[in-house]
């Protein structure tokens, strides 16, 4: 069984900190008990829909870091999600590693994804990419990383030890990541409406990001 030190993940390292604060957000400047839900990787038929039914049944807004081509396939499930109040991030056109991409190439896909997904919110895929692909996209693009990570895809780690990475990770002006991915749907499912009741049990309001962060 993992420890929980191994899967409790926090800011992304501080190289990409010191990065101005105007480009790249790990955690939202805040003075009360605010956070920010954001899911990665969808929309896709078999996750998106749930999750958004957690959300409407807690009233709670987030924000969905969507793949371009997964917004090509299933346009109605991303039409939803704005219906629905969220807002949208681009997460690169096929979820594209920055450290195995060239800079142009990667400048490409993430632009390929703003032809489906109009945003000024970007989070990396795996939270990776280079310097030289942040000096071509934070003109075009806010970076969003994040404070707190579930670990939600990770087949190693329980719906348990994902509600536990959360909820012990929260802060004010957290941006907490979760998944709705097919790997991740266990997980998400089982951790997510805990985690929202915990949050909102202990005076926490949730907000979705947009792009005039």
């Given at each position: 069984m ?16 010191v990065l101005?604060?105007?480009y790249?957000l790990?955690?939202v ?7 920010y839900?954001t899911f990665?990787d ?5 996750a998106t829909p ?5 959300l ?12 371009g ?5 299933h ?6 999600v704005?219906e629905d109040?969220?807002?949208?991030g ?9 450290w195995?991409t060239?800079?142009?190439a990667y400048y490409n ?7 489906f997904?109009e945003s000024r919110?970007f989070r990396?895929?795996h939270g ?15 970076f ?5 990570l ?5 087949h190693?780690?329980?719906?348990e030890?994902?509600f ?10 957290s ?10 749907k266990k997980?998400?499912l ?7 009741e915990?949050a909102?049990?202990e ?5 979705a990001?947009?792009?005039a962060?």
């Amino acid at each position: 069984m993992p420890s929980l030190k191994r899967f409790t993940n926090v800011c992304p390292p501080w190289f990409y900190r010191v990065l101005s604060p105007r480009y790249l957000l790990c955690q939202v400047p805040a003075s009360n008990r605010t956070a920010y839900l954001t899911f990665d990787d969808g929309p896709v038929p078999e996750a998106t829909p749930d999750v958004l039914k957690v959300l409407h049944d807690y009233r709670v807004k987030a924000t969905f870091f969507c793949v371009g081509n997964n917004v090509r396939q299933h346009r109605e499930i991303f039409q939803h999600v704005l219906e629905d109040g969220h807002t949208v991030g681009n997460h690169s056109f096929d979820h594209i590693n920055g450290w195995k991409t060239s800079p142009g190439a990667y400048y490409n896909n993430v632009m390929h994804c703003r032809d489906f997904v109009e945003s000024r919110l970007f989070r990396p895929p795996h939270g990776r990419f280079t310097p030289s692909q942040y000096l071509l996209l934070k003109k075009e693009f806010r970076f969003v990383l994040w404070s707190v990570l579930t670990m939600d895809y990770h087949h190693a780690v329980s719906p348990e030890q994902c509600f536990i990475n959360a909820k012990e990770n929260l802060l004010p002006g957290s941006i907490i990541v979760f998944h709705d991915s097919v790997k991740a749907k266990k997980n998400l499912l089982t951790a997510l409406p805990g985690f929202i009741e915990y949050a909102l049990s202990e005076g926490y309001s949730f907000e979705a990001l947009n792009g005039a962060l």
